[in-house]
């Protein structure tokens, strides 16, 4: 059900970048730096908390389709009312710190409860990383079975990188890469790689077999706008180099 056209494009190029603000940012101006940099720089579309009030301030900021997300079905409804073009559930790192584990019959609940409230939207779930990666990919053809539209992985939390520099954002990118590469090649949906990537491992994610990738922490921890919009534009031009053979839509 994929039916936003910029997003769609995207995906089937393998040039898709969502620029994410966090599950768990209320922050008004800090979401909307977010926002404005993910459309001066050039992102395929936006993801923010599932709140009304950021919703509506991001549909005046930005051209760009807005993805809300949130682990309580019941908060998508008035965001899509309020102009959320789609839905994601997860993704799960903001959980982590707090000693939180979404198990893979959470997530399950989750999606089909989403599914029987907004039978109609566009609806992105992610794979917890916490998963043997056997199970993940079990997990990840059961909810598209239950109505998920994309599959996004995660990772970047539990990586422990050993090295700076290049090969540190290699390890500390290669969770959501290794489930990617195996999740993309059990579905017959997009697969979109977040959590832990920068402009480094961005390539890789769609050379593994993802549609796109989601990024957050390397664009939304800085302070400068003018970081933030060439962190975006770093990331597009990295998509842009490699080609894609993952599933159309």
């Not at 993910?38 to 395929?44: I, L, M, P, S, Y």
């Not at 559930?89 to 609940?109: C, K, M, P, S, T």
């Not at 664009?219 to 003018?226: C, G, K, M, Q």
Request: charge should be negative; charged fraction near 15%.
């Amino acid at each position: 059900m994929l039916n936003n056209s910029p997003i769609k494009q995207a995906i089937n190029q393998g040039k898709a970048l969502k620029v994410i603000s966090g599950l768990m940012n209320f922050d008004t101006q800090r979401v909307a730096a977010t926002v404005k940099a993910a459309t001066q720089g050039g992102a395929t579309f936006v993801d923010i908390a599932a709140d009304v009030s950021l919703v509506r301030m991001a549909r005046n900021l930005t051209h760009l389709p807005i993805c809300v997300s949130a682990v309580e079905p019941v908060k998508f409804i008035p965001c899509v009312e309020a102009g959320a073009d789609l839905i994601e559930i997860g993704n799960f790192d903001a959980f982590y710190a707090q000693g939180l584990r979404f198990e893979a019959e959470d997530v399950l609940r989750l999606t089909k409860q989403t599914r029987s409230l907004l039978p109609n939207i566009t609806l992105s779930v992610t794979v917890p990383h916490i998963l043997e990666l056997d199970r993940q990919v079990q997990l990840a053809t059961e909810l598209v079975e239950a109505g998920a539209d994309i599959i996004q992985t995660e990772g970047g939390t539990s990586s422990q990188p050993v090295h700076s520099g290049t090969l540190g954002l290699i390890e500390k990118a290669s969770p959501t890469l290794a489930a990617a590469y195996e999740i993309s090649r059990a579905v017959s949906v997009p697969v979109l790689c977040a959590s832990g990537l920068s402009s480094v491992t961005a390539p890789l994610a769609i050379a593994a077999g993802a549609s796109g990738i989601g990024v957050g922490s390397a664009i939304n921890r800085l302070n400068d706008e003018v970081a933030m919009v060439a962190a975006v534009r770093s990331l597009v031009e990295a998509l842009a180099t490699v080609s894609h053979a993952g599933v159309r839509v």
